[in-house]
């Protein structure tokens, strides 16, 4: 039997401080064994709380992740680097090697939040943008090709 290499995807996002960490945490969770999945911004905004808060709501933990920016990861040879917002899918990096860029838009959850007045509510931005990524990871690496 032979092991299949897996795939090295980076979630590339403006600030790495939510959809991309919770794109990594998605494919770590429902994908680890084909995906090697990294996740990284333009610039570095800290690891957003409510992300946190809605990836343990479903039993994803990425409490630990580390908001990092592309410059951190540039050795790394991505066979697909995926942007998950417009702001960095325009400023996106040139990588060596091999890597395809491809962009997935999802909203911004902070931006949303700002438009509703209650905690839930604003939660409830964060769960939207939460399970539109679980989709689109699920359909993982079909979708790339």
Same mark, same amino acid.
């Given at each position: 039997?032979?092991?299949? &290499?897996? =795939? ?11 959809? *991309?960490?919770?794109? #990594? ?20 905004h800290g ?22 920016t592309? &410059?951190? =990861? ?11 917002? *417009?702001?960095?899918? #325009? ?23 700002k438009?509703?007045e209650?905690e ?26």
């Open positions: 039997m032979t092991k299949t &290499k897996k =795939l090295k995807l980076l979630f590339l996002c403006t600030g790495n401080s939510c959809r *991309s960490q919770m794109a #990594e945490g998605w494919t770590r969770h429902l994908k680890n064994d084909m995906i090697e999945a990294y996740s990284a911004g333009i610039e570095t690891l957003n709380p409510n992300a946190v808060k809605v990836m343990a709501e479903i039993g994803v933990d990425i409490s630990n992740h580390q908001s990092k592309v &410059k951190d =990861l540039m050795d790394v040879p991505f066979d697909y680097v995926v942007t998950v917002c *417009s702001h960095a899918h #325009e400023t996106c990096p040139i990588f060596s090697g091999k890597a395809q860029i491809i962009h997935v838009g999802f909203d911004d959850p902070p931006r949303l939040a438009e509703v209650s839930e509510e604003k939660l409830n931005c964060y769960r939207r943008v939460r399970d539109k990524i679980k989709t689109f990871v699920q359909s993982l690496p079909g979708c790339l090709q």
